[in-house]
């Protein structure tokens, strides 16, 4: 299937959202506008990065991380990685393992320790229908995708979700909007 090179590119998807505060969101695998290490893509491995936070509200009560891509070519973009119900003394995670298939099968069905080895933290679906981070594999001769990583503080501890652990991860994202009280976002780059 050809790929439309002349489709509009999709606007930073937090510009388009209420505004709220920001914080900083760091990652020792790759630096901001850059393109993101070979483990992150998924022909390196699919290995979530490293990230630290800081400088969050101290009304902050969980933390809701995700990892969108608003430029792959199908609508509504590709949700790559959604873990919520991060509790507020979680500050930074360390590089993952890439989920296996045997994994993310189960991960669908149980609820394993999470992707980012915080017990209480809920791994949710990413677009593919797996749990935990899927590597960056944006199509052989499109434009450069950008990678926005961001994590949320929210004022509630636990998200209500409609779905509960099946909850689509846009609908995520648009159930976390009203608590959310302050954002960091990391923007990383891929391109094949």
């Keep these: 299937m050809a790929i439309d090179l002349k489709r509009p590119v999709a606007p930073d998807p937090y510009t388009i959202l209420p505004s709220v505060a920001a914080f900083t969101l760091t990652s020792s695998d790759f630096s901001a506008g850059q393109a ?20 969050f509200p101290e009304q902050t009560a969980s933390f809701l991380l995700t990892c969108y891509d608003p430029d792959a070519p199908r609508e ?8 919520a119900d991060i509790p507020p003394n979680v500050t930074s995670i360390p590089e993952g393992v890439p989920v296996s298939m045997m994994k993310a099968l189960a991960n669908r069905f149980f609820r394993p320790p999470s992707s980012i080895g915080v ?8 677009t593919a229908g797996t749990s935990g981070y899927i590597g960056a594999a944006p199509p ?16 509630v501890e636990q998200l209500s979700l409609p779905h509960g652990r099946r909850t689509a991860p846009a609908l995520v994202s648009a159930t976390a909007i009203p608590y959310t009280i302050a954002r960091g976002v990391l923007v990383g780059t891929c391109q094949r």
């Design 140 to 155: 052989k001769g499109d434009r450069v995708h950008r990678y926005f990583f961001a994590v949320h503080a929210l004022n």
């Design 119 to 126: 017990t209480s933290a809920l791994d949710l679906p990413n």
């Design 76 to 83: 509504g973009g590709f949700w790559h990685w959604v873990v």
């Design 36 to 55: 993101l290490a070979g483990p992150q893509t998924a022909e390196g491995g699919g290995i979530s990065p490293q990230l630290s936070w800081s400088g």
